[in-house]
């Protein structure tokens, strides 16, 4: 959950997006695209749920390549991150109004059609497995809730504060650089987390 918070709360297109819509339209057009941010969540938590507890039933080779592979992905990300600038745009143009319906449908399609997320939680998720008797399925699930009530809880603060935040943001220049900072160093932990935890 600290981890979900440290990456929620870190600056990328969704909760930037999520921050223009309430700035522009309105807090009800932020919370409508967070739902849909968070209910295509549940998409992505299942195609890793099954497809993930596949290949640790198979054998201890494919789960330690698996490992190799999302510390290798978020090491990936914290050098993108690291090579990225760290000012954050918080330019409202091109933000149209929408109807609650279509922003929480485009919330649920920005999501379920970015295929960073599925390979993002394939990274994030077997790290995090806590149990030797419960099913691999059913702990990926717990995770997933896990992260999205997380996801929700912050998404949603960030669209009912979004004049604060953006004041703040403003009127405080460094802030972007912290946040760039806090990014890489979540990545790198996670990964080290990762490539470290026993099936």
Known sequence: MLATSALAISPGPDNIYVLMQSLVNGKKSG???????????????????????????????????????????????AYQVYKSDAALDLGSNQIKKKSLSQLFKQGVIMNVLNPKVSIFFLAFFPGFLFSDTM??????????????????????????????????????????????????????????????SEK
């Not at 849909?36 to 890793?48: F, N, Y």
């Not at 896990?146 to 935040?165: K, N, T």
């Open 31 to 77: 919370l409508a695209t967070v739902a849909g941010l968070i209910s295509g969540c549940l998409v992505h938590t299942s195609l890793v749920a099954f497809g993930v507890s596949a290949l640790i039933k198979a054998n201890d080779t494919l789960f330690f390549l698996l490992k190799l592979f999302g510390a290798v992905y978020l090491l990936y990300l």
């Open 135 to 196: 099913g691999t399925v059913a702990q990926f699930y717990i995770l997933g809730l896990l992260f999205m009530l997380v996801s929700l809880i912050i998404f949603s603060s960030i669209a009912l504060l979004a004049g604060s935040i953006s004041s703040y943001i403003k009127g405080h220049k460094r802030i972007g650089l912290y946040l760039k900072w806090l990014q890489i160093v979540v990545f790198v932990g996670i990964a080290v987390l990762i490539f470290t």
